[in-house]
């Protein structure tokens, strides 16, 4: 009869936990919330962001600094093919062989220096553009499949001058870890400001994970950035998933598209996994 009551205590205890569980929208692995893929948006039309297909906000596509990436080479008057202030964090060295334009998209690879020596401290390489312009406010969108090897496929605005250094990382995942498969990066930082902007002398940052319900570098995703002075919003998929309020970044910044290594995502060379592509279809920016 006891051997009864405690089997029911159990069942009992395993529907209640089944319940609680069912109505977590949080995930293990400290992820602040899961995103929604029913709430994705729908294109209509190309002139304006995914997420406001209504054009409610009044954008205007600035065609001179947004790219198709369409032709055989990479647009020299919009972008740098590398990073003129980064060789790159070690052990990966970011070089232009690395960066091509094919079937319509911008397309990094990994190791295309062939038999060129590297610098000291690197053994691999990958590839990097940067905007010739530096932009302050506005709507930034790109869609993109991420790699799927074990480097971090990015899509980020900074700025490094000598005395203000901010960043804003509107991509930055390594879905080709097969930890990080449904991990969906946000981080914003400060690295220095000025008085008037601040006055940060050390490094902060404002960092959330979220679970997103598919493997990240399976699809090509559409990535969004909404940038005020008051706020900064970021979008996959025409999804709003994160909010902050707009502090310290008053800085004019650059657009970078890159793939690298890093050591905090687990994401370092593997000579097993060298066909890694990170493919983009376009970069638009609204004002």
Same mark, same amino acid.
């Given at each position: 009869?006891?051997?009864?009551?405690?089997?029911?205590?159990?069942?009992?205890?395993?529907?209640? &936990?089944?319940?609680?569980?069912?109505?977590?929208?949080?995930?293990?692995?400290?992820?602040?919330?899961?995103?929604?893929?029913?709430?994705?948006?729908?294109?209509?039309? &190309?002139?304006?962001?995914?997420?406001?297909?209504?054009?409610?906000?009044?954008?205007?596509?600035?065609?001179?600094? &947004?790219?198709?990436?369409?032709?055989?080479?990479?647009?020299?008057?919009?972008?740098?093919?590398?990073?003129?202030? $980064?060789?790159?964090?070690?052990?990966?060295?970011?070089?232009?062989?690395?960066?091509?334009?094919?079937?319509?998209?911008?397309?990094?690879?990994?190791?295309?220096?062939?038999?060129?020596?590297?610098?000291?401290? @690197?053994?691999? %390489?990958?590839?990097?553009?940067?905007?010739?312009?530096? @932009?302050?406010?506005?709507?930034?969108?790109?869609?993109?499949?991420?790699?799927?090897?074990?480097?971090? %496929?990015?899509? $980020?605005?900074?700025?490094?001058?000598?005395?203000? $250094?901010?960043?804003?990382?509107?991509?930055?995942?390594?879905?080709?870890?097969?930890?990080?498969?449904?991990?969906?990066?946000?981080?914003?930082?400060?690295?220095?400001?000025?008085?008037?902007?601040?006055?940060?002398?050390?490094?902060?940052?404002?960092?959330?994970?979220? @679970?997103?319900?598919?493997?990240?570098?399976?699809?090509?995703?559409?990535?969004?950035?909404?940038?005020?002075?008051?706020?900064?919003?970021?979008?996959?998929?025409?999804?709003?998933?994160?909010?902050?309020?707009?502090?310290?970044?008053?800085?004019?910044?650059?657009?970078?598209?890159?793939?690298?290594?890093?050591?905090? @995502?687990?994401?370092?060379?593997?000579?097993?996994?060298?066909?890694?592509?990170?493919?983009?279809?376009?970069?638009?920016?609204?004002?």
């Amino acid at each position: 009869m006891r051997f009864v009551k405690i089997q029911h205590v159990m069942v009992l205890f395993f529907i209640a &936990s089944k319940i609680i569980a069912q109505d977590l929208t949080i995930p293990p692995k400290k992820y602040i919330d899961s995103i929604e893929l029913k709430n994705s948006i729908e294109r209509v039309n &190309s002139a304006y962001p995914l997420s406001d297909q209504q054009n409610s906000k009044s954008w205007k596509l600035i065609k001179k600094y &947004s790219d198709e990436f369409e032709g055989n080479n990479l647009n020299y008057s919009r972008w740098y093919p590398n990073n003129p202030k $980064w060789k790159g964090r070690p052990p990966t060295y970011f070089h232009e062989s690395n960066v091509s334009l094919k079937n319509g998209e911008l397309v990094i690879k990994v190791n295309q220096h062939g038999a060129e020596k590297l610098p000291n401290e @690197f053994t691999h %390489s990958t590839g990097f553009i940067k905007s010739k312009t530096k @932009f302050l406010y506005g709507y930034f969108e790109a869609e993109a499949k991420l790699m799927d090897t074990p480097w971090v %496929s990015g899509f $980020w605005m900074t700025n490094v001058d000598k005395d203000w $250094w901010t960043e804003i990382d509107i991509c930055e995942n390594a879905p080709g870890v097969e930890n990080n498969r449904h991990d969906l990066n946000s981080n914003i930082h400060v690295f220095k400001s000025p008085k008037e902007h601040g006055d940060v002398k050390k490094h902060f940052s404002r960092t959330k994970k979220y @679970f997103f319900p598919e493997e990240l570098q399976k699809d090509y995703h559409v990535w969004g950035l909404e940038w005020t002075k008051e706020y900064i919003r970021f979008y996959i998929d025409g999804i709003l998933f994160r909010e902050a309020k707009n502090t310290h970044w008053h800085q004019p910044l650059e657009v970078n598209f890159n793939c690298e290594s890093n050591k905090w @995502f687990g994401a370092l060379p593997d000579n097993n996994k060298l066909n890694g592509e990170y493919h983009v279809k376009y970069f638009r920016v609204w004002k």
